[in-house]
């Protein structure tokens, strides 16, 4: 039986706006609240993230000016584009971040937040895994832009971080 076309077009409205309002849902959180709404830290991304996607498979994309360093408990680079496979308290698969460890620089592969309760959060960077505290991804980081392994000036100084 057919909708009369009265009927249809008001359907094709309805449906359109619930699509809009759907697309704006999506849009309308932060990277930092999808973070949090999926049990790991808002802190883990810079806040010089200029947008996301994020997949229905959970493939995440997150994309930043420019590279960027900051200081977790030691350096850490972003790439201007960092990607992972984003599940309840996990990160799998990612790409586009290192951490730097006794000079040299590891991209980080995973990160998994299995028992919040333990107050650590575990970074596994292929050859080693490091367990970080929490307490350091409360807030997102200021990033400043930079290169891998280039030192970063301090307050016109020439502390590196």
């Given at each position: 039986?057919?909708?009369?076309?009265?009927?249809?077009?008001?359907?094709?409205?309805?449906?359109?706006?619930?699509?809009?309002?759907?697309?704006?849902?999506?849009?309308?959180?932060?990277?930092?609240?999808?973070?949090?709404?999926?049990?790991?830290?808002?802190?883990?991304?810079?806040?010089?993230?200029?947008?996301?996607?994020?997949?229905?498979?959970?493939?995440?994309?997150?994309?930043?000016?420019?590279?960027?360093?900051?200081?977790?408990?030691?350096?850490?680079?972003?790439?201007?584009?960092?990607?992972?496979?984003?599940?309840?308290?996990?990160?799998?698969?990612?790409?586009?971040?290192?951490?730097?460890?006794?000079?040299?620089?590891?991209?980080?592969?995973?990160?998994?937040?299995?028992?919040?309760?333990?107050?650590?959060?575990?970074?596994?960077?292929?050859?080693?895994?490091?367990?970080?505290?929490?307490?350091?991804?409360?807030?997102?980081?200021?990033?400043?832009?930079?290169?891998?392994?280039?030192?970063i000036l301090i307050s016109g100084t020439d502390e590196?971080?």
């Amino acid at each position: 039986m057919a909708l009369p076309q009265c009927h249809f077009t008001l359907f094709l409205r309805l449906l359109g706006f619930l699509i809009l309002v759907d697309l704006h849902q999506v849009h309308a959180d932060s990277i930092h609240d999808v973070l949090k709404s999926k049990g790991l830290p808002a802190g883990l991304l810079p806040k010089a993230v200029k947008s996301f996607t994020l997949d229905e498979n959970g493939r995440l994309e997150v994309f930043l000016d420019q590279p960027c360093l900051t200081k977790f408990e030691g350096r850490v680079y972003f790439d201007s584009v960092v990607k992972g496979n984003l599940s309840y308290g996990e990160l799998i698969g990612v790409e586009g971040l290192s951490q730097e460890e006794l000079f040299l620089w590891l991209p980080v592969k995973d990160i998994i937040l299995d028992d919040p309760s333990s107050g650590l959060i575990l970074f596994d960077m292929g050859v080693a895994h490091k367990q970080l505290s929490l307490s350091l991804f409360e807030d997102p980081p200021e990033c400043k832009a930079g290169n891998q392994g280039t030192p970063i000036l301090i307050s016109g100084t020439d502390e590196q971080w």
